[in-house]
């Protein structure tokens, strides 16, 4: 499964999550997560390598009404991301999209 594909700026320029987002709920960030990957556009639009992603996390701005469901890398980079109206969308979304299971999410 690949998350929206991003530039290379896009990438580089995302916050790390853990610092920046205030998380609802997020998976176990692991290598063995077969969340998907993200692929990387060039000048071109042309896919030049792509990420893996192995985390996933939610997260509410406080004030917002959206729920943000966030890709990340090893690192907690944010690689993709998408805005859903409620909590249980934003978890539907994860695992149609990238075979997260309900029992994979820590609420924190």
């Known amino acids: ?24 709920e ?4 692991s290598i063995s997560n077969e969340y998907g990957t993200v692929g990387l556009l060039n000048e071109n639009n042309e896919i030049f390598d792509e990420i893996q992603i ?3 996390a939610i997260c509410k701005y406080e ?11 090893l ?3 944010v690689v993709g991301d998408f805005d859903h109206d409620t909590l249980e969308e934003a978890k539907e979304s994860a ?3 990238h075979n997260v299971n309900y029992d994979d999410w820590i609420a924190l």
Not at 26 to 29: E, H, L, P, S, V
Not at 63 to 73: I, T, V
């Open 26 to 29: 997020n998976t176990k960030n």
């Open 95 to 97: 695992k149609f999209n």
């Open 1 to 24: 499964m690949r998350s929206r594909i991003a530039s290379r700026e896009t990438y580089k320029n995302h916050h790390t999550l853990q610092n920046n987002r205030p998380q609802i």
């Open 75 to 77: 690192n907690w980079e």
């Open 63 to 73: 004030g917002g009404n959206e729920y943000y469901l966030f890709s990340c890398d």
């Open 54 to 56: 192995t985390a996933m």
